[in-house]
């Protein structure tokens, strides 16, 4: 078995796209109704990334995802319309607005409670300028999410405490 990279990263970049997937998380938790223990907003990992999965909207469904291969958040709409937005060196704030203006754009409105959870000092998203970092050449996102989805694994493969604290411990925190 190959060695699991820790679960908290301390990085500038890891401080900056924690915010963002939870802005993503925020707005999953907004469109889907709730399952115990939060399931609902739970970001999925893929080959690329992280994935909101389908999202209703009236008589229409949405999707974000968080391609840290293209670097680009990346949001559907099963009316055919996709989005992109760049992934860069960015502040907080600046991502937040461009995600709702996006969504505006596509007729998706959306309210969601703007303090991030779960770290020290939380700053809300549409004033937070100190976190606005984005290493494009690093593959740490990529792994951390890999590292996520075994525990999720884990966890639903298990009943054991082990899991369950890997799950509260990190994949938690990422889409809350």
């Not at 963002?20 to 990334?49: C, D, E």
């Amino acid at each position: 078995m190959t060695e699991w990279p820790a679960l908290e990263q301390n990085d500038a970049t890891s401080e900056t796209v924690h915010r963002w997937s939870q802005i993503i998380g925020k707005i999953r938790m907004a469109h889907t109704p709730l399952v115990n223990h939060f399931w609902n907003v739970t970001l999925y990992v893929t080959p690329r990334g992280l994935t909101t999965s389908s999202m209703p909207y009236g008589a229409r469904l949405f999707e974000m995802e968080l391609d840290f291969i293209d670097h680009v958040l990346r949001i559907r709409v099963s009316d055919g319309a996709i989005r992109e937005i760049k992934l860069f060196a960015r502040s907080v704030a600046d991502m937040y607005a461009e995600i709702f203006a996006t969504l505006r754009s596509l007729g998706i409105e959306c309210r969601i409670w703007t303090t991030p959870v779960e770290i020290e000092n939380p700053i809300p998203f549409e004033r937070d300028e100190e976190h606005h970092s984005y290493d494009r050449g690093s593959s740490g996102c990529i792994e951390r999410c890999n590292f996520r989805r075994r525990c999720s694994i884990a966890f639903a493969a298990s009943s054991s405490a082990s899991a369950a604290r890997c799950i509260s411990s990190g994949a938690a925190s990422i889409s809350r």
